[in-house]
């Protein structure tokens, strides 16, 4: 059974019985003596004169935060724990799984988590997987397999619209890389149709073990499923043939220009002093997984009181950057304080244009001339800029928050309703002046050549400011957006949905 496991009953929860039988699930931990390995001793060696800090590196491009996460599997000793929201059939997602199998292989123990959201799509391949006798796959709070997810969720509403956002990515409990990241192409920016900005922190020290204690409880949690609960629902391959599938899939596209950029040079850099890390305070912010069994009642969770109460803090500075974000009144009331009390707030959204839930749109759009109002500096990311060379489009997926330029978030969290009620969600917060100011002003710098800057007009009206060449061009409707979607979007604005968004 493994050093770091024990055997416990296979009694499902009585919301799952009538869906399926659960074979024998085994309760498993983090590896607690890796010092010896050799992600461990780099880590020894960059903690020997800097006590408790922790050691943090912003991914934000998507080649290294890919390159990153193979590189870890590639120097992994002991363990490899992921916890995602999903998992696609494609690059990114081949590549990882060909890059566990071999860690499998090694010996190395693998404990995949997803959500169940999405995963009957990639079914086959994670039962595949699970095959093998150094990985398991969970998937939380699962849908049935013999009927449709739609019908299941109308018939469970109220279990299956609650799902686990979180994002970890923990090898040895050495390393861990926490922030808003699937395992999809679109999230590492590969060059397909859409790519979405996003953001991570790589951290080293205290925050490593804080996050594998969370894995722990989410993965030893009665909402966890194994896998191969469904193996006699879903058909699939051999764990062999899988992988060579994989590696076929993989081969096929190796002389694309972002495969080749993917290396252990990152994580060779870590390992060799060389990365810079920055050291700081980190504090890891997570909710419990009981908060799925919150039923009835909604009350603000642990992550979200956490943020209220960093951002509520600020003295001179807010930037948020929230792709789905609906304030409610309580929100708009909140952002109006703290620019009341002297504070510049600025939000950073996604447009009609590069969203990819218009449904959401729909329903942050009524509280945009509030927030102006109230004195908000409002700016919605633009699909395309002029820089760009192809007709990729651009969605924001980033979730961060800095405050005064010294502390910072950066996680799973979305400010809407969905966060704050529903969906388990999971962050890193950092008092460092050195990173925060990095990244605001990185962020600020960004705006006039990503974004489109929000304003009434003396009549009250929406405008949207577009700075192109040094030349201001103002807009009077959704930019980049054709009038069905503009129609479809406001007819989704009348529809009683804000507490799902």
Do not use: C
């Not at 929201?85 to 190395?108: C, F, M, P, Q, T």
């Not at 398991?136 to 997810?149: A, G, Q, T």
């Not at 019908?151 to 990515?169: D, G, Q, Y």
Request: glycine share 6%; charged share 25%; proline share 4%.
């Amino acid at each position: 059974m493994g050093m770091f496991s024990t055997l416990v009953g296979s009694r499902l929860p009585p919301k799952y019985q009538r869906f399926f039988k659960l074979p024998e699930r085994v309760e498993s931990w983090k590896p607690t003596d890796t010092d010896g390995t050799e992600l461990g001793r780099a880590v020894h060696h960059w903690r020997g004169t800097r006590g408790q800090a922790a050691g943090l590196y912003r991914l934000d491009s998507g080649l290294d935060a890919l390159s990153a996460r193979v590189g870890l599997i590639e120097r992994a000793e002991e363990s490899i724990d992921i916890q995602s929201y999903l998992i696609k059939d494609d690059i990114s997602g081949n590549l990882i799984a060909l890059h566990l199998a071999e860690a499998a292989d090694r010996g190395v123990r693998v404990r995949l988590l997803m959500d169940d959201a999405l995963t009957d799509e990639v079914d086959s391949g994670l039962l595949s997987l699970d095959e093998h006798d150094n990985i398991e796959v969970r998937v939380f709070n699962p849908f049935p397999r013999r009927r449709s997810r739609f019908v299941s969720l109308l018939a469970n509403f109220n279990i299956l619209n609650r799902r686990m956002h979180n994002k970890s990515f923990t090898v040895d409990n050495q390393v861990t890389i926490v922030g808003g990241r699937n395992i999809a192409d679109e999230y590492y920016r590969t060059g397909g149709a859409t790519e979405f900005i996003d953001e991570d922190l790589l951290a080293i020290g205290p925050p490593v073990d804080d996050v594998s204690d969370s894995f722990d409880e989410y993965w030893n949690s009665p909402e966890a499923i194994p896998m191969a609960a469904f193996d006699r629902m879903v058909a699939h391959s051999a764990v062999t043939e899988s992988v060579e599938e994989a590696r076929k899939y993989v081969d096929l596209h190796s002389d694309t220009a972002f495969l080749k950029g993917v290396d252990g040079r990152l994580i060779g850099d870590l390992i060799e002093g060389k990365l810079e890390l920055v050291a700081a305070d980190a504090e890891v912010v997570q909710d419990r997984p009981e908060k799925v069994r919150n039923l009835i009642r909604r009350e603000a969770s642990v992550t979200s009181i956490y943020l209220q109460q960093l951002v509520a803090a600020a003295v001179e500075e807010v930037i948020v950057i929230s792709p789905y974000f609906v304030p409610q009144q309580q929100g708009v009331g909140f952002f109006g304080a703290l620019v009341k009390k002297g504070v510049r707030v600025v939000i950073i959204t996604n447009s009609l244009a590069s969203t990819n839930h218009s449904s959401v749109h729909a329903v942050y759009a009524r509280y945009r001339k509030p927030l102006l109002q109230h004195g908000v500096e409002l700016y919605e990311l633009r699909p395309r800029s002029e820089a760009m060379e192809t007709e990729t489009k651009l969605t924001l997926h980033s979730k961060v928050a800095t405050v005064d330029r010294n502390r910072l978030f950066v996680g799973s969290f979305n400010l809407d309703p969905r966060s704050f009620y529903l969906n388990t969600e999971m962050g890193m917060a950092v008092s460092s002046p050195t990173l925060a100011a990095r990244m605001a002003s990185s962020i600020l710098d960004s705006l006039p050549d990503s974004s489109y800057k929000l304003r009434l007009s003396k009549k009250g009206k929406l405008q949207w400011l577009l700075q192109t060449a040094g030349v201001e061009e103002v807009i009077t409707t959704e930019p980049q957006s054709g009038l069905w979607r503009r129609f479809l979007t406001k007819l989704m604005s009348f529809l009683p949905i804000e507490g799902q968004m």
